[in-house]
């Protein structure tokens, strides 16, 4: 599977879009792109998956260029809520794999 | 929908003890997932079942652990013996078997183990 590189931490400010870049110069025809959040003492969440293109859904946009190389998350608006580890996954035939992550700090 | 059960949600043993994790997924997920995630990163994947049958369990340590989905329903993951390095909490997730495509899964609250 590819590997997936993302900022460690990020800081942002309650209303503010915030966006998270990943990078997978590896990624192969038949795998998807998939991000979760995490809040502590809880396992991962789903937020977002898509292919290529632009994915939205009620939480978060996901933008996938033409190459597929990188991936970035777009939170609009974010609150302190929104605090939180978003892991970056490339996924193929349901193997998933988490990095590190970014560590989003949402200040008020 | 009930989601993915996890027990117990602490678990307190001496190095070189054994202790069992017990995982029920959500009803007809045939995939299965344990990973452990240790304080400050991200989760490890240590095995994936597809009903009952093994996917990857290339990073498991077998040595020391084992796991099994019975009727590829409901999981144990063993430690015998524990080590210090093993404290962390250990996360069940399950999906759908789409065929194609990826799933999402969804997580327990996972199990959290001290070894002293």
């Known amino acids: 599977l590819a590997k997936t590189t993302q900022p460690i931490s990020m800081d942002s400010y309650e209303g503010q879009e915030v966006n998270i870049t990943c990078s997978h110069n590896?990624?192969?025809?038949?795998?998807?792109i998939t991000w979760y959040q995490q809040f502590p003492s809880q396992g991962p969440r789903f937020i977002i998956q898509?292919?290529?293109t632009k994915v939205t859904n009620e939480v978060a946009s996901l933008f996938i260029p033409a190459d597929r190389k990188s991936s970035t998350l777009s939170l609009p608006r974010v609150s302190l809520s929104d605090t939180a580890v978003y892991y970056c996954?490339?996924?193929?035939?349901?193997?998933?794999?988490f990095g590190a992550g970014t560590r989003l700090t949402v200040k008020p | 929908e009930a989601g993915v059960a996890q027990s117990p949600r602490y678990k307190i043993i001496e190095k070189r003890q054994s202790v069992a994790f017990w995982c029920n997924p959500i009803?007809?997920?045939?995939?299965l997932y344990w990973y452990q995630q240790i304080l400050g990163q991200g989760p490890k994947l240590l095995i994936q079942?597809?009903?009952?049958?093994?996917?990857?369990d290339s990073q498991l340590p077998k040595d020391r652990f084992s796991a099994e989905r019975l009727k590829g329903v409901d999981s144990t993951l063993k430690i015998q013996p524990a080590k210090l390095e093993d404290s962390a909490v250990y996360l069940c997730?399950?999906?759908?078997?789409?065929?194609?495509?990826?799933?999402?899964?969804?997580f327990g609250q996972g199990t959290r183990l001290t070894v002293v």
């Open positions: 009803s007809g997920h045939a995939t």
């Open positions: 079942f597809q009903n009952n049958g093994v996917v990857d």
């Open positions: 997730a399950s999906s759908l078997d789409l065929g194609q495509g990826v799933a999402e899964a969804f």
């Open positions: 590896n990624i192969a025809t038949n795998d998807y």
């Open positions: 898509g292919y290529k």
């Open positions: 996954l490339v996924v193929r035939n349901n193997d998933m794999r």
